[in-house]
């Protein structure tokens, strides 16, 4: 038994090369399955419905892939549609896939599977304690949901039930990146260890190459092993970096969780074929006691500007760590001055970031640093534009001449690169869930709709 997967790309609308895929194309893979999503870049995504990357990049990548479904009549499946797999998200790339399909003449029964989650049925989970925290989750209440966007994470089931249904293009929302890949070879009779190892291996494309890329990678799937070979001219593959893909995203290399299981990569090994080819044996895969779908959500927490300077002036390097709480003390008052008490000051932040003395690590830096020059980050957040953009105006106007114990008279201190300096981010988003709901069907959470194009 062999079965041949293709993963393009490690993100829908990243842009991989033509050529290579072309090569995976020739192979004539069984399948061909590609992420469209993440919660890497943030809550925004998620929050907000927006999708990260644009409609010109996810139709180029999206065209070469229903292209290629349709020459060689396999399934073709994407999931967490639009970043987030929000309903809105698969609803915008099905968008796109008609459209495709009217300009290219394609014909394809196509599968839609949704996973937003409605507050009702949340709230009713909830109060049920069938909602379980994962490790240094926030503390919820049964009040979060009604604020908050929240999807469930599907795993193989609903897309095998979408394929078992004869379904050739399915787009999927917010679905475990393993699950796309190990859907058709685990329903098929792969062993599941090597099914679900394979996925965890090509679930970002060429990342785990070298060097990592856009690109895809190839896999043969065998009985008692996997070939996964990569398709970029001028990549490798080598043990190490085809290993060093379970630790992406997991603190556990050897125990990576999935909603029906656990795959166990603890006796697995990783041998050179050639520079392209690795060949991979003996993880297994444990099945759970009881079945979890992970939630994530996230909610409107306010609306931000921001505000970029510099400074070279030694003196004042030293002393702003001593001047910016003085600063934020006074801009409390001056919040209560200029909007007449009608703003509370306490829902108003002014954050500074030091970029060049340990702004990254936000206070946790190892060594003292001596910087000759540091980029300042001012970042004010408040119920509204409105009001963050006021307040950041005089902000703005108060940090370039802040007063130096040091210097006799006006000085300035911070360089500001853009004129006016107050650039309004928008809507500010935070996660509100990391938990798994409990006790439930692979199914219960999700609803699929098909169509004939």
């Known amino acids: 038994m062999e079965f041949r997967i293709l993963a393009p790309t490690g993100a829908l609308g990243a842009g991989f090369d033509a050529d290579a895929f072309q090569r995976g194309v020739e192979a004539r893979p069984h399948v061909i399955a590609c ?3 993440s919660t890497d870049s943030g809550p925004a995504a998620l929050g907000s419905g927006t999708p990260k990357l644009s409609a ?6 999206l065209r070469l892939l229903l292209k290629a479904r349709d020459t060689l009549q396999v399934p073709l499946i994407i999931g967490s549609c639009g970043t987030s797999g929000r309903d809105a998200g698969v609803d915008w790339v099905a968008g796109l ?5 009217a300009e290219e003449n394609l014909r394809f029964r196509l599968g839609l599977i949704y996973c937003d989650q409605p507050a009702e049925r949340l709230q009713k989970l909830y109060d049920e304690d069938r909602i379980r925290p994962l490790p240094n989750a926030p503390e919820i209440d049964r009040e979060l949901f009604a604020r908050s966007r929240t999807v469930a994470m599907m ?6 039930q979408a394929l078992t249904d004869g379904c ?23 062993e599941p260890g090597l099914a679900w190892h394979m996925a965890k291996t090509v679930e970002c494309g060429a990342a785990c190459a070298i060097p990592p890329s ?22 490798r ?13 997991n603190a556990d290399p050897f125990r990576i969780l999935e909603p029906s299981g656990a795959l166990d990569t603890t006796h697995a090994t990783y041998e050179a074929v050639d520079e392209q080819t690795v060949r991979v044996r003996g993880a297994r895969y444990v099945p759970a006691y009881g079945y979890t779908n992970k939630l994530e959500g996230a909610e409107l927490v306010g609306y931000q500007t921001v505000i970029i300077g510099g400074v070279r002036d030694q003196v004042v390097i030293r002393r702003l760590p001593d001047l910016l709480p003085f600063a934020e003390k006074y801009f409390e008052e001056k919040i209560l001055d200029v909007f007449d008490g009608q703003v509370d000051p306490g829902t108003v932040d002014i954050d500074y970031r030091l970029y060049g003395a340990g702004a990254v690590l936000a206070g946790h830096e190892p060594d003292e640093l001596d910087p000759a020059e540091i980029g300042v980050l001012i970042t004010v957040t408040a119920p509204d534009q409105a009001t963050a953009h006021a307040v950041s105006t005089f902000v703005a106007h108060a940090s370039s001449h802040l007063p130096m114990p040091e210097y006799d008279g006006l000085v300035s201190t911070l360089a500001y690169p853009y004129s ?28 699929t709709t098909t169509e004939e194009l």
Not at 168 to 190: N, Q
Not at 238 to 248: E, I
């Open 155 to 160: 795993g193989v089931e609903p897309i095998q």
């Open 35 to 37: 992420d469209a999503g």
């Open 168 to 190: 050739d293009v399915i787009l999927a929302g917010r679905a475990s990146d393993t699950a796309l890949f190990a859907a058709l070879p685990h329903m098929r009779g792969a």
């Open 97 to 101: 896939t008609r459209a495709i399909a």
């Open 214 to 235: 856009a690109n895809g990678l190839l896999v043969h799937l065998r009985d008692d092993h996997f070939d996964v070979t990569t398709l970029a001219e001028g990549s």
């Open 56 to 61: 010109q990049a996810v139709t180029r990548d």
């Open 420 to 447: 006016p300096p107050e650039i309004d981010r928008g809507p500010l988003y935070r996660f509100t869930l990391n938990h798994v709901v409990t006790g439930v069907t692979p199914f219960e959470l999700f609803r």
């Open 237 to 249: 593959l080598t043990p190490r970096s085809v290993a060093a893909h379970t630790l992406y995203e």
